[in-house]
């Protein structure tokens, strides 16, 4: 039996956009690969011997990924941190063209469909739930905003058309995405940054259900058509290590980065100063002798310093203060991008610090089918806990030299994992934690993937 189609595409049934679902009754887990039951993640929590988590010898991550973790030495009740690690299948339903075709829904539907790999690092603050919600979360949001654009992103050398489920048919068309530099590259980024806003406003809505607070960084790794997409929001780090160059793919975002963002909206929305902080920026807080003098100070257009005559309102507390990494937004918090934090008040007040802070990522690409790789050239991605006592070189160094050494062993990038959480966790010394050198090593959590990258998924 035959049917004629009249020119109209089978109904899709798209699946809903992700919901943040009720969570098991213990809330608090580690990252799904490491396999861990409830016990076993009470058991590992010991903040005295801060053992190193990694997963088990026959749980292969995608990539060969190496991964290891470490909880903090009692800068929190809990590992802060989460990490996911999965392959992402992009999926749309397209009608064939045929004006005839054998009844059989087999027949009037076929399948694009693109492979991605997604790597994905969370640091938690004011509690583990953001983290844990991005976690799960994140890349529904993502494989949701690529699936939308798949008949775009499936030409990778077309431009992207004006109206999208149009082809560009005519020259003018081509020629605006041709004149703003529109690429497949650039709509990819646009969806990363979209999925972002969107898993904020899940986060929040969570949140407030939930009558819970808290925020998160996030660190995300794309690997798309040949490319590495990197997705930044906060202060974790990623870098490629090849031969003895190291790339950064990402920017740390702070109150220090960002002071001229942060001042600019104080600029244009002084009400959410309130009446107790002022937008410029002093190298020290401004004394009541200080008033009618010309002292030093920065305003939100200034890259270098100026001078200015103090006033009574420079007396309040500046929006962006502080020294080196203890510098705060609003006195509170640190990180400027992330997801959560919508309730995060100034202490004892009523003023609200998130339209502040930003939950859209920087993302920068890496094209993989540019460079030719070694078994030795990785990709390492971790949380601030690392980077805390660990500089891009210092990291970089070790990768080296520890997988010459290891060059032979098929869990090397496991085991660099390992290696690096230990050098920065360091050992217990007099009630705290040293480094080898004898400097104070990180507190704080620590979360790493060692991605290899000379065969892109192959075997080890």
């Known amino acids: 039996m035959f049917k004629r189609l009249r020119g109209r595409s089978p109904s899709v049934k798209r699946s809903p956009a992700p919901v943040c679902e009720e969570p098991p009754e213990n809330v608090y887990h580690r990252p799904h690969f490491l396999h861990q039951s409830p016990g076993e993640t009470s058991l590992n929590s010991d903040q005295k011997t801060r053992p190193v988590l990694f997963p088990p010898r026959n ?144 986060i929040g809505v969570y949140l407030a259900s939930h009558n819970q607070t808290g925020g998160c960084t996030a660190l995300v790794v794309l690997h798309f058509q040949g490319k590495l997409f990197v997705a930044s929001a906060g202060d974790s780090r990623a870098i490629v290590v090849q031969k003895n160059d190291v790339l950064p793919l990402s920017n740390e975002f702070t109150a220090i980065t960002e002071r001229q963002r942060i001042q600019h909206l104080a600029f244009l929305k002084p009400e959410l100063l309130g009446e107790e902080f002022s937008r410029y920026e002093f190298p020290r807080r401004v004394k009541r002798n200080d008033v009618g003098k010309k002292i030093l100070y920065r305003d939100y257009f200034m890259s270098g310093w100026g001078y200015k005559t103090a006033e009574e309102d420079d007396l309040k507390y500046p929006v962006v203060h502080g020294d080196g990494r203890q510098t705060r937004v609003m006195g509170t918090i640190a990180v400027t991008r992330g997801l959560g934090d919508h309730k995060l008040m100034v202490y004892d007040t009523d003023l609200c610090i998130k339209p502040f802070l930003s939950c859209i990522p920087e993302v920068m690409v890496f094209d993989l089918e540019q460079q030719e790789f070694g078994l030795n ?14 500089s891009n070189k210092d990291v970089a160094d070790a990768a080296v030299n520890f997988l010459e050494d290891q060059k032979h062993d098929a869990r090397r990038y496991t085991m660099l994992a390992q290696y690096l959480v230990v050098k920065a966790r360091g050992f217990p010394c007099n009630n705290g934690w040293t480094l080898e050198d004898g400097n104070f090593a990180s507190h704080d959590d620590i979360s790493v993937f060692v991605i290899p990258l000379h065969n892109q998924g192959g075997t080890a």
């Open 59 to 202: 749980k292969k991550l995608p990539w060969w990924t190496g991964y290891a973790e470490v909880i903090n030495a009692g800068k929190s009740i809990s590992n802060e941190d989460q990490a996911t690690c999965r392959p992402v299948i992009l999926k749309k339903r397209t009608s064939i063209d045929e004006d005839w075709v054998f009844l059989c829904p087999n027949e009037v539907t076929q399948t694009q469909e693109i492979m991605a790999t997604y790597w994905g690092l969370f640091d938690g603050h004011g509690g583990p739930t953001a983290a844990i919600q991005a976690s799960k979360y994140l890349h529904h949001c993502i494989k949701d905003q690529l699936e939308d654009i798949l008949d775009v992103i499936g030409k990778p050398d077309a431009s992207p058309p004006m109206r999208l489920g149009e082809q560009n048919g005519n020259g003018s068309e081509t020629s605006y995405s041709k004149e703003k530099k529109i690429c497949v590259e650039s709509v990819v980024k646009g969806a990363l940054e979209i999925a972002f806003k969107k898993c904020d406003e899940l």
């Open 377 to 390: 050239d990785v990709l390492i991605m971790a949380t601030d806990g690392l980077w805390d006592v660990m």
